[in-house]
């Protein structure tokens, strides 16, 4: 029997039960769906994490401070960087572009009978453009606010928002720690990411937090930036290389510090996404495997109904792989179908989802075809036992059936 004539007659049969057969589709249709619009919520989560690691600074390293230890137990953070490192890796390497330490600390911030908790960052001009900021209004801070201590500040969107409203601060004072601080700039919204929002700061010269605020001689980091991107991974060996040798850290001991650079915050995080879009994705395909056992449910059904049609059909000459041909098309056929919808629903839901929910949605081309291939494998495998019980069956027995 030709395939084009047996799909045509899987279709008609199909139809003769319209119901059952839609009834029978909804379980394919429904987990094509959810697969599709699961994988596009992982896929959205994981653009939007490269999106805001990228939007924190153009070729990256941050260095840290290490961890104190107490008999092997970590009980806080180092207090070995200093300005005296900033100025040797901006003086003695060769792959770092910019340079710009970093302090910081929570604070309470007042204007007039407002107040809010914000992170004060003391730091340098270079940490707008490494950081990627804009200023919105006024200016970011100089070399000279650097020299001169001055208590000027810069509020990012967020703090903004929390002590003036819709107003402009630029040149009105705010107390931090009782000390007053002249607003001289206000930064672009970069929007908040997980558990740290970007806008919820208050920049202030390095020099005015470590001497005139929090009386300290220690730097909590140093934000760089190598010469490209290519170069990031050498910019870092570099800066090690560097540090071990100026805290007078020797092979075998750990040093009391650490780096961590853009590609490997990027590769943590898309790690993160992968197994979640992974773990969406199972979820839903729990109801393709639903939907598979409610087509093997089905088609036994109709083998059973049809078995005086099977009898008729090998007496007239159909062999084995025709009746075996036959039952097996039409179970891909309600999966083909099942599946397409699906696809459409699935789309569908995903921006649905990106509309109502906010949350980004990407649709990748391959969960589409990962869908529909599972829902055409789905068909083969939950139709192969019911059509091999059709094409078994005994001419005479299926003949006496009634």
Known sequence: MLLWA????????????????????LGIIIGVAAVIAMISLGEG???????????????????????????HVRSGIEETLTMNDAAAIEKETTLIKSISPEISQGEQVKYGNKNTNTS????????????NYKVKDGRFLNKEDIIFL??????GATA???????????????KIRGVNFQVIGVLEAKGQSGWFNPDDQVFIPISTAMKRLFGVDYIRSINLQSVSLDKIEDAGKEVEKLLLKRHKIYKGKEPDFYIRTQLEMLSSMREVTKTFTYLLGGIASVSLLVGGIGIMNIMLVSVTER???????????AKKRDILKQFLIESVVI?????????GL?????????????????????????????????GIFFGLYPARRAAMLDPIQALRYE
């Open 6 to 25: 047996v799909i045509k007659l899987s279709l008609r049969t199909l139809m003769s039960n319209k119901m059952r057969t839609f009834l029978t589709m």
């Open 307 to 317: 078995t005086r049609e099977i009898g008729i059909r090998k007496a007239v000459g």
């Open 346 to 378: 699935g789309i569908t839901l995903s921006k649905v989802i990106s509309h109502l929910g906010e949350w980004n949605t990407v649709v990748a081309s391959y969960s589409i075809a990962l869908a529909f291939f599972f829902a055409i494998a789905i």
């Open 150 to 155: 001055r208590r000027v500040c810069i509020l």
């Open 120 to 131: 004060i960052t003391g730091t340098t001009p270079e940490y707008l453009d490494i950081r």
């Open 160 to 174: 903004t928002a929390d002590l003036f409203g819709e107003g402009s601060p630029v040149g009105k004072s705010v």
């Open 335 to 343: 999966c083909l179908i099942g599946g397409l919808i699906g696809i």
């Open 45 to 71: 989560a994981k653009m939007q994490v490269s999106k805001t690691i990228e939007s924190l600074g153009s070729n990256l390293l941050i260095v840290s401070p290490g961890q104190k230890k107490f008999r």
